[in-house]
């Protein structure tokens, strides 16, 4: 998980950081609403888990996410975006790197001050507060999408690799399911689907 996490690091570390990562940008797409709205219901899971001091319940979601949904599927998703100089993609990575590293502090708390300390130029350990995001967006409906995203992604993975394909490859024949036509033109650009 360490090296997972680290690598997500380094990567957000190639993008610049908003000066203000309290407040939300304008330009977010909507697998930034998605992925922001993921992001604040693991973390309202995990402040709980901490409240009670269930470390185990707190670490695991901590790892489900930043180790799965985070980089198999959001960043997927919008590492074109990044590349091109999106910068409400870039708040997006660097505001939930930043507060997972808070929360992961009390398990890991010299990993996550070096890497705070790093990129954010503060300590993870030194947060006064636990971190969430006020969201103005319908947090249940961006949620209740997570699975068919994986979902669909795995398919697809699994089509090129069938297929002999790279990940990268273009690829015909594939529809988006109509759970997630709000996803339609991330989706698209990330598996490179064509009619």
């Not at 670490?59 to 980089?71: D, E, H, I, R, W």
């Not at 993609?89 to 009390?106: E, G, K, M, N, Q």
């Not at 993870?124 to 103005?136: C, G, K, M, Y």
């Amino acid at each position: 998980m360490l090296t997972k996490l680290f690598n997500v690091a380094r990567f957000s570390s190639q993008f610049p950081v908003s000066p203000n990562l309290e407040q939300l940008p304008e330009g977010l797409q909507p697998e930034d609403e998605w992925i922001l709205c993921e992001f604040q219901d693991v973390m309202t899971r995990v402040k709980q888990a901490w409240e009670e001091i269930d470390i185990y319940t707190a670490s695991q979601l901590l790892k489900n996410f930043a180790t799965g949904v985070l980089p198999s599927h959001w960043l997927e998703m919008v590492k074109s975006r990044l590349y091109d100089g999106d910068m409400a993609a870039s708040w997006t990575l660097h505001r939930i790197v930043r507060d997972l590293l808070d929360a992961f502090a009390p398990i890991c708390p010299f990993f996550s001050h070096y890497l705070s300390s790093t990129l954010y130029k503060r300590s993870a350990v030194d947060a006064e507060t636990f971190p969430l995001i006020s969201l103005d967006f319908d947090a249940n409906n961006w949620t209740s999408l997570t699975e068919s995203v994986m979902q669909f992604n795995s398919e697809v993975w699994k089509l090129k690799k069938d297929e002999g394909l790279s990940l990268n490859s273009e690829i015909s024949g594939v529809s988006i399911p109509n759970d997630l036509t709000a996803l339609e033109t991330s989706l698209t650009r990330m598996h490179k689907l064509s009619n």
